[in-house]
């Protein structure tokens, strides 16, 4: 390392700085403003600091990030079963019987959502249950009963089922008003 041995042990028993003082300071009241406030970020916390010791925001992001203090953040949900509504709802013909041995005869559909710079994406998605593979699926801005028809006729172009296929969902509204 090219360091002479009496520069290294002058190096070691060297007192600490007066940065190096202060920053220690520092750390002790984020990281206990910290357990208090888990989802705060830098801003808030670089506030509850400053009014104890004078500092800039940039020495608590760099001491937040160096000992990995991150802010909880708290995921994004959005309801996407309506089960407020006088729809007639379909028989449940699967029964929790999950083992399909057949192809193309048992197939499950969902709809997921995910947030985007753009706003929510929803996707309906139909698997076929014996080979658990996606066999149809659509994606749209807004989560429409549209969504699960193209979800279904993408499956059916592609599979061509024989009649007699049981498709099974969680019935949720956009799935109840085609079985009505």
Known sequence: MKVSRS????????????????????L????STHKKHEVWGVD???????????????????LMKKNDLRSKRKAKWKATTNSNHRLPVAPNLLEQKFNVQELNTVWVGDITYNWTDEGWLYTAIVKDLCTKDVVGYAMGD???????????KMAIRKEKPKAGLIFHSDRGSQVRQEVA
């Open 142 to 152: 807004r989560i429409t009963k549209e969504l699960v028809i193209k979800a279904m």
């Open 7 to 26: 520069g290294y042990y002058d190096w070691i028993d060297r007192p600490l700085s007066e940065r190096e003082k202060k920053h220690r300071r520092l």
């Open 44 to 62: 808030p916390i670089w506030a509850e600091v400053k009014e104890t010791i004078p500092c800039s925001r940039g020495t608590v992001y760099r």
């Open 28 to 31: 002790k009241i984020i990281v």
